[in-house]
């Protein structure tokens, strides 16, 4: 093993997670994987029970370690964490240790890995940490209450460093949120229960009319987000909207309050991005936090915000601020400047071929092929209209399946929709499902100019094309779009042209690897557990072909000649 600096990173906050750097490796992983619990919350005793057990690589002794709390309690435990990694973890040499605020660790996970020598950078999320727990300076340090929390920060960065130029505060008052990522947790919590749905208000978004219900703009001072009272009290009506918690209400009162906060939330994400880049003049812009994931809004960010170039990474909610850690750590602790940069998003543990075999053999009722062309079988089962399900390499990190945990299918049948959300992944039939499409031929199909190899900016779909590919075009004519190329996902691509070369079109359906409720799959055995309890009809985990010896019925309207998808 080389001796090469090595730091780790520890996000102890929702969707926790840790981060191994070397001088030439990353490893980073989200708890919900290990533990398969969504959104799982760092916790005391996590190395011992989940990390250090299923990550051999936390057997190596490490320089530094890294560690990064919200405002949540757990920052309370601090000595208990320290006496837990003095167990789990070697040292090498004197222990050392670096704790950093939570917008700060954002930055690193985003700017620093980002394409651009120079970016205006904007953090925003729920809350981050308290002042008194800031590890960063800014102009407003010295008049702020300690108790206070950041809703959102903003940075200028170049090689010289990072300057924070502002934050929001608030003080937790639940009656009175602040900022864009209180405003859209709240509406989030009126319309679905649970966490984790910001995405389900996206979806819905666009079957409503965002003028119905006579809701104004959120006020925009400056960077700072303020909520009208107008919108707390529909916030408090716990029946109005409550159609998909208890069915009382209705879809379109639902769907209309989802059309007038997303829009509500862009209008004032753009006017906070016209801000950020006054104060910054520069060309770029980085994007992190929760916030982040909203692709429609990022969609937005990018054709109408002063910026020329925006780069969200992969993984900018909370599971990527391990990664943020240990970049700092390597970087201003340890002096080591790496040059890595977000090319792909499969940072996940290596799975060894022979635990994949050992997995397939153990299995019963299933029929395992092993087809001389890999990739053309793969194309021949998708343009037969069997829905996919794809295993292989290092998970993804992100909360989305890139092509490594990955369920595909043929976008040109909109039934095809209906099967998944229904069959496969158990969800609300007005969810979208989103394309991946080579590299060199996304234009063709999509208004985009450039490459989005991470799903992070909903993009529209040519007028000429939305009949073509009706499983991936959403009611409003966008889609959430992935483009691959070689280099990225070698696999993927190579199936994508497999299938381009039988149909004629070099895009599929594209959504993540998992059943109702459940984490993105992790383990060949997870993987053989989901295809057997869901409706799918093959699982690829090279060299093999995986089939049910009862196969689903296949999606109504599947292309003609479809037995030619039996093994």
């Known amino acids: 093993m080389t001796d090469s600096p090595k730091v780790l990173g520890i996000n102890r906050t929702q969707d926790a997670s840790i981060c191994l750097v070397g001088a030439s490796s990353i490893l980073s992983i989200q708890k919900e994987r290990l533990t398969r619990e969504k959104h799982h919350w760092g916790k005391l005793g996590d190395f011992k029970r989940w990390y250090v057990e299923r990550l051999p690589v936390l057997s190596e002794p490490v320089d530094l370690v890294v560690e990064c709390f919200s405002s949540d309690v757990e920052i309370k435990n601090l000595k208990e964490y320290d006496l837990e990694l003095a167990e789990a973890i070697k040292f090498r040499g004197q222990a050392r240790k670096q704790f950093i605020s939570h917008h700060y660790s954002h930055v690193y996970s985003t700017f620093y890995l980002s394409p651009f020598e120079e970016a205006a950078v904007m953090v925003i999320d729920f809350q981050g940490s308290r002042v008194r727990d800031f590890t960063e300076t800014w102009p407003d340090a010295h008049q702020a209450a300690p108790d206070l929390v950041e809703v959102s920060s903003f940075y200028h960065c170049d090689p010289e460093g990072n300057r924070c130029l502002s934050k929001q505060l608030w003080n937790e008052d639940p009656a009175h949120p602040v900022g864009l990522g209180g405003f859209y947790s709240y509406l989030t919590h009126v319309i679905f229960p649970g966490q984790g749905n910001d995405g389900k208000v996206m979806g819905l978004a666009p079957y409503g009319n965002p003028d119905a219900l006579g809701l104004p703009e959120l006020i925009v001072e400056d960077e700072k987000v303020f909520i009208p009272e107008q919108w707390m009290e529909v916030f408090e009506e716990r029946v109005r909207f409550h159609f998909f918690q208890d069915g009382s209400g209705s879809f379109a009162e639902c769907a209309d309050l989802a059309a007038a906060g997303q829009r509500c939330f862009e209008n004032a994400l753009l006017r906070v991005a016209d801000w950020l880049y006054r104060q910054t003049q520069v060309r770029n812009l980085c994007f992190a936090g929760g916030t982040a994931l909203n692709c429609v809004a990022n969609g937005r960010l990018l054709r109408e915000s002063p910026f020329a170039d925006i780069f969200v990474p992969p993984s900018p909610h909370d ?3 391990a990664l943020g850690c240990a970049i700092y750590g390597m970087r201003e602790c340890l002096g080591v400047r790496r040059s890595f940069r977000w090319v ?7 799975i060894p071929q022979e635990i994949i075999e050992r997995s397939v053999a153990k299995e019963d009722g299933i029929i395992v092929e092993r087809p001389e062309n890999l990739v053309d079988r793969v194309a021949e089962l998708l343009a037969s209209g069997r829905v996919v399900a794809l295993y292989h390499g290092r998970s993804e990190l992100g909360p989305r399946a890139l092509g490594h945990r990955s369920i595909l299918a043929d976008p040109r049948h909109p039934a095809i929709k209906t099967y998944i959300n229904a069959h496969v992944k158990g969800r609300e039939l007005f969810r979208p499902l989103a394309p991946v499409a080579l590299e060199e031929s996304a234009a063709t199909y999509f208004e985009i100019d450039r490459p989005v190899p991470f799903m992070q900016f909903a ?6 094309h939305r009949e073509t590919l009706p499983a991936i075009t959403h009611v409003d004519g966008t889609a959430r779009l992935q483009t691959v190329n070689e280099v990225q996902d070698p696999v993927l691509y190579s199936v994508l042209r497999a299938f381009e070369a039988r149909t004629g079109i070099g895009v599929l359906l594209n959504t993540s ?14 993987a053989l557990d989901c295809f057997k309890n869901t409706a799918m009809h093959a699982l690829v985990m090279p060299p093999f072909i995986i089939h049910k010896q009862f196969e689903p019925a296949l999606p109504p309207h599947a292309p003609e000649g479809n037995d030619n998808g039996k093994p």
């Not at 993009?459 to 000429?464: A, D, G, I, S, T």
């Not at 690897?513 to 997870?526: A, Q, W």
């Open 513 to 526: 690897f998992n059943g109702k409720g459940e984490p993105i799959v992790e383990t060949p055995t997870e």
């Open 459 to 464: 993009v529209e779909v040519r007028l000429e």
């Open 344 to 350: 792909n998003d499969f940072l996940g543990p290596d």
């Open 319 to 321: 599971g990527g601020t």
